[in-house]
T-cell receptor, first 113, second 113 residues
Framework: EAGVTQFPSHSVIEKGQTVTLRCDPI?????LYWYRRVMGKEIKFLLH????????ESGMPNNRFLAERTGGTYSTLKVQPAELEDSGVYFC???????????FGSGTQLSVL | GESVGLHLPTLSVQEGDNSIINCAYS??????FIWYKQESGKGPQFIID?????DKRQGQRVTVLLNKTVKHLSLQIAATQPGDSAVYFC????????????FGKGTLLTVNP
């Protein structure tokens, strides 16, 4: 069974540009989550989807971040315009139900120069 | 691989020794705790979890101990192997939901052959 996959694995962009990260959850997992770890900080929750609906986006840092999950399958996280402080590793995770364990992808390393 | 950039606590052990990794949490309302292992270039991988109605849980070569009185969590790895070298994170579900995890900073475990 394929795990959670994220694309790209690395992205280097300039300040002010736009970047879109993609996450494909484990097939059949209705719950999809985004987390991130910026340099020197802990891994922090960004948001949670149940199918195509946003259940909790309390961790989204500001309105430069937009997450979507059209059709309830894969999800994208767009950063527009990117700022230097957005650099870090963005992790996606999925779970079958709210009470089951999360499976994480390998992350996207984002570098904003 | 991922650029960590964190000044992590480190633990260095000899192959075959037992390892103990500690974690303190702050929210007395947390009722679910998880240990994750993260190898270079990969996302957090579930190791073992424990609910607050337990104080000990064992897996294969790993044991998690929970002391709610002092809000302390530990991970014990028996007969540590070189493949155990990784960053270990504890996480708690502050707020009562499994998905909205609060992660610790992590501990870098290095196993010397």
């Amino acid at each position: 069974e394929a795990g959670v996959t994220q694309f790209p694995s690395h992205s280097v962009i300039e300040k002010g540009q736009t970047v879109t990260l993609r996450c494909d959850p484990i097939s059949g997992h209705d719950n999809l989550y985004w987390y991130r770890r910026v340099m020197g900080k802990e891994i922090k929750f960004l948001l949670h989807f149940v199918k195509e609906s946003k259940q909790d986006e309390s961790g989204m840092p500001n309105n430069r971040f937009l997450a979507e999950r059209t059709g309830g399958t894969y999800s994208t996280l767009k950063v527009q315009p990117a700022e230097l402080e957005d650099s870090g590793v963005y992790f996606c995770a999925s779970s079958q139900a709210l009470t089951t364990r999360l499976f994480f992808g390998s992350g996207t390393q984002l570098s904003v120069l | 691989g991922e650029s960590v950039g964190l000044h992590l606590p480190t633990l260095s052990v000899q192959e075959g020794d037992n390892s103990i990794i500690n974690c303190a949490y702050s929210n007395s309302a947390s009722d679910y705790f998880i240990w994750y292992k993260q190898e270079s270039g990969k996302g957090p991988q579930f190791i073992i979890d424990i609910r607050s109605n337990m104080d000990k849980r064992q897996g294969q070569r790993v044991t998690v101990l929970l002391n709610k009185t002092v809000k302390h969590l530990s991970l014990q790895i028996a007969a540590t192997q070189p493949g155990d070298s990784a960053v270990y994170f504890c996480a708690e579900n502050s707020g009562g939901s499994n998905y909205k995890l609060t992660f610790g900073k992590g501990t870098l475990l290095t196993v010397n052959p």
